[in-house]
């Protein structure tokens, strides 16, 4: 079979996957279907050959499987494979992110740029009306103030008279598309810094908001969010994992507590949100330390523009110019880091229904009874714990098995290996039958 028509199959099974799940009252994303059929395939204990084409069978025992699967309302491992389709679909990195709501703002802004680059305005009424045309796209592109708003807009048009007056408008329309494309977003720029020192020295700021303080209650605050959760997660997998052992030391397990199944992939789905809630946070404390840094920035900035036009009736452009776009670019930074923090909060909010599956089945009241008597261990107290030489693995000892394995001590950058499991160790994890999807 070619790869063409293998894809094709895929697709076809996908399709009738998602079409009984609707039939049976359950709407799937065929994303969602996609990571369960390739779930499925390479479970071994499903017994699926990789290695051969499909039979008939093989693809109504793999439809079978996965609709069972998803239709399961109360799985946590469906809900740790959504929680995974949600984070895949949605997080990225931060210049991906940045790049992405810039792409958007510029294309929502095309329609009035087009509208001022294509103008051909000859009378007195028309140069006016481009005129008004290119403050609104400044005020738009800018962020700062909304161009319906009259004090915004006639502080924003003497921003903009100043460095580019209506008597302008016929060098600017002589230039090529691309020039007065150029030209605008400097203009933009310019106003901008104009505006922000204004607002510094008390003589305007009409509609900006104040982004520095915005964000340095913001971020601790949303700091603080990451962390409660993370505890919070941190205490359910401290005690699955407690229990699961409990269990696999107790002779008699179906009558010793809960369904063993469901607490593994409790585990598992907890292990998972924790990963994605510290990837989240480690990108919160890198806004922090940006705002930091760009706080730093502006108040020189500012100092140096006080500087500049102290006691000044006239600046010469060339001094003065360079410092407004600087100012501009770093209250643009700002902003980027509004915009960012705003995303990673709405990841936060949404991961969180893929977690209450495992809460709602392990309540405080169903779990702390069997957990009578049993010490609930942390992380730390695990790896405390099997630190020394004693507790170290001996790579002889796993020659004769056919697996390849690999060592921190001697395996170069250990560290940055896309590991697949998190906690326990994988060893350990396959002792105790106890697969981890987390991602570290």
């Given at each position: 079979m ?6 094709s199959?895929?697709?076809?099974i996908?399709?009738e996957i ?5 039939s049976?009252g359950q709407?799937?994303s065929?994303?969602?279907v996609?990571f ?5 395939v390479?479970?071994p204990?499903?017994?699926?050959n990789?290695?051969r084409?499909l ?5 109504q025992?793999l439809?079978?499987?996965?609709v069972d699967r ?7 491992a469906?809900?740790?494979?959504k929680?995974q389709?949600?984070f895949d ?6 210049a991906?992110f940045?790049?992405?709501?810039r792409?958007?703002?510029e294309s ?5 740029i087009?509208?001022i ?9 028309e ?5 008004r045309k290119?403050?609104?796209?400044v005020?738009l592109?800018?962020?700062?103030g909304?161009p ?5 807009v006639?502080?924003a ?11 302008e408008?016929?060098t ?7 020039d007065?494309?150029r030209q605008?977003q400097?203009l933009?720029?310019?106003?901008t ?7 510094e020295c008390?003589?305007?700021?009409e ?15 949303t700091?603080?969010n990451i962390?409660t ?9 401290y005690r699955?994992t407690a229990l ?9 397990k179906?009558d010793?507590?809960?369904s063993?199944k ?6 598992i789905?907890?292990?998972q ?6 990837i989240?946070l480690?990108d919160?404390?890198?806004?922090a330390?940006?705002v930091?840094s ?20 006239a ?12 100012l501009?670019?770093l ?7 509004m915009v960012l923090?705003s995303v990673?909060s709405?990841i936060l909010a949404s991961?969180?229904p893929?977690t209450r ?9 169903i779990?702390?009874p069997?957990?009578?008597g ?7 107290e695990?790896?405390k ?24 001590e ?5 560290k940055r290996l896309?590991?697949?499991y ?7 994890s ?7 999807k987390s991602q570290?």
């Amino acid at each position: 079979m070619s790869r063409a028509q293998a894809e094709s199959v895929i697709k076809n099974i996908i399709r009738e996957i998602a079409h009984e799940c609707a039939s049976k009252g359950q709407a799937v994303s065929e994303t969602l279907v996609a990571f369960m059929v390739k779930a499925v395939v390479l479970d071994p204990t499903n017994e699926f050959n990789v290695d051969r084409t499909l039979t008939k069978d093989d693809v109504q025992k793999l439809i079978k499987i996965c609709v069972d699967r998803l239709m399961d309302s109360r799985s946590p491992a469906l809900d740790t494979v959504k929680m995974q389709v949600y984070f895949d679909m949605n997080y990225t990195t931060r210049a991906d992110f940045l790049e992405e709501h810039r792409r958007v703002l510029e294309s929502r802004l095309q329609p009035v740029i087009r509208e001022i680059t294509d103008s051909r305005a000859r009378t007195r009424e028309e140069l006016e009306s481009l005129y008004r045309k290119i403050v609104s796209a400044v005020l738009l592109r800018s962020g700062l103030g909304s161009p319906t708003d009259i004090a915004v807009v006639r502080e924003a048009t003497a921003a903009l008279q100043s460095v580019f007056p209506q008597t302008e408008l016929g060098t600017f329309m002589s230039l090529i598309k691309r020039d007065k494309e150029r030209q605008l977003q400097e203009l933009t720029m310019i106003v901008t810094g104009i505006r922000l020192f204004n607002k510094e020295c008390g003589k305007g700021g009409e509609g900006i908001d104040d982004l520095p303080a915005i964000l340095n209650e913001a971020v601790p605050a949303t700091t603080q969010n990451i962390d409660t959760e993370i505890q919070q997660t941190c205490t359910s997998t401290y005690r699955y994992t407690a229990l699961i052992e409990k269990m696999h030391q107790t002779s008699d397990k179906k009558d010793q507590g809960p369904s063993l199944k469901l607490l593994k992939d409790s585990l598992i789905n907890a292990r998972q949100h924790e990963a994605f809630l510290k990837i989240i946070l480690n990108d919160v404390i890198g806004c922090a330390q940006q705002v930091e840094s760009l706080e730093g920035q502006l108040a020189a900035r500012m100092e140096q523009l006080q500087a500049t036009v102290q006691s000044k009736t006239a600046v010469p452009t060339a001094q003065v110019y360079p410092q407004f776009i600087h100012l501009s670019q770093l209250w643009s930074s700002f902003q980027d880091e509004m915009v960012l923090l705003s995303v990673l909060s709405n990841i936060l909010a949404s991961l969180e229904p893929y977690t209450r599956g495992h809460r709602e089945l392990f309540t405080e009241e169903i779990i702390t009874p069997f957990l009578e008597g049993v010490h609930v261990k942390t992380d730390q107290e695990r790896i405390k714990e099997t630190m020394g030489k004693e507790h170290q693995v001996k790579p002889a000892d796993f020659i004769r098995m056919e697996r390849d394995w690999i060592f921190p001590e001697t395996t170069k950058n250990f560290k940055r290996l896309p590991l697949q499991y998190k906690v326990p160790t994988m060893y350990t994890s396959r002792q105790h039958n106890v697969q981890s999807k987390s991602q570290t």
